[in-house]
């Protein structure tokens, strides 16, 4: 069994608290993500999981067993984990084949349960026929996709991905997303994978953690983080957003932007007389005429095409809305006066 839990753990370097209390689950099987800016200690929760940190406090648990606690130290080559780094770390005097061979040589497997095993790993990760290749002969992904076979080759219960994406192209990066999700579905593996990327962490995950400061935000599958976020900042996070201070008009969530703009949301808790409005560009509708509840009269200020959508700023007497809309549903110029149709939105303290 693959399960991790993390029991109040606290990581201190001297002074500093990077992590102050992180208590969580990753079930069997399920592929996670630690999602947060640099210096969240996402990283350092993996290094935690790996054993190559130590708990400050708190415990650390595979399974049924114990490895990270105050009285108790598991060393990294006997928790049966793979891990990827964000370098690749592919040694450049080895060939592919004993590059992702090394982990069973060092545990002293036999000759030919290693050739089997590599191969085995190899196809896995679509590099049949390139055992003998060097890494300088290798492309970016190619050497990726090495650093992911020695991970998976020795069959751990778990595999560990320290943002193994972000020196690739953005184009072989968002390959690369299907096929690390498709060899986690083949192999049935528990993942826990860190990023900063916000749609890395939506295409590939199971659930997210988001991370701000050491602290835990929200844990919640892809689409309750992007439709449901609990705090201002997983909603500034995770996608693009318009905040917007409102008055409240009544306990039953409806409010006021602006002049003119009247919304329903669920209001956070406590009494508030003012909030902040929270709207996703991609949530408005953008029509020349229009009336009505949830409607606002504005002027396109800038426009910027970007292929598959256009980006649009209008200025409304609530503040300036960004609004994201497909090319092949109308276009507007700017200085045109236009109505925004909201379509969703959200709201937090003020």
């Known amino acids: 069994m693959a399960q991790i839990r993390f029991n109040n ?28 800016p640099s210096g969240c200690g996402k990283t350092t929760m993996l290094r935690i999981v790996a054993g190559f940190e130590k708990v400050t406090d708190g415990e650390v648990w595979l399974g049924d067993k114990l490895v990270s606690s105050t009285s108790v130290f598991v060393p990294p080559e006997k928790r049966n984990i793979g891990m990827v780094f964000q370098s690749y770390a592919v040694w450049p005097h080895m060939d592919v084949f004993q590059n992702v061979a090394y982990p069973l040589r060092i545990r002293k497997v036999p000759k030919q349960e290693i050739e089997k095993r590599v191969l085995r790993a190899l196809d896995i990760v679509h590099l049949s026929g390139l055992e003998h290749r060097m890494p300088s002969q290798l492309s970016g992904g190619q050497q ?57 962490a939506m295409a590939m995950s199971d659930r997210i953690i988001v991370m701000n400061k050491g602290v835990i935000e929200q844990v919640a599958p892809p689409r309750e983080i992007y439709d449901r976020p609990k705090s201002r900042f997983v909603a500034d996070f995770v996608g693009l957003v318009n905040f917007l201070e409102a008055d409240v008009l009544d306990k039953d969530g409806t409010i006021r932007i602006g002049d003119d703009l009247i919304l329903k949301v669920n209001l956070p808790d406590g009494d508030h007389k003012r909030v902040i409005a929270a709207i996703r560009p991609e949530h408005i509708v953008m029509q020349h005429e229009g009336s009505g509840i949830g409607t606002v009269r504005g002027t396109v200020l800038r426009r910027y095409y970007l292929g598959d959508q256009i980006d649009y700023f209008v200025q409304t007497s609530g ?32």
Do not use: W
Request: with cysteine.
């Open 9 to 36: 753990v606290v990581k201190r370097f001297g002074d500093v608290t990077i992590i102050p209390g992180f208590t969580a689950t990753v079930n069997d099987g399920e592929f996670l993500t630690l999602l947060g």
């Open 144 to 200: 990726q996709r090495v650093a992911l076979a020695r991970a998976i080759v020795a069959e751990p219960k778990m595999l560990l991905l320290d943002e193994p994406l972000s020196n690739l192209d953005a184009k072989l990066r968002e390959a690369m997303r299907f096929e690390i999700k498709e060899i986690q579905r083949r192999l049935g593996i528990t993942v826990i994978y860190v990023t900063h990327d916000q749609a890395e």
């Open 319 to 350: 503040g300036e809305i960004r609004v994201t809309c497909n090319p092949l549903q109308g276009q507007f110029a700017e200085g045109d006066s236009v109505v925004l149709q909201i379509q969703h939105a959200f709201a937090f303290p003020l």
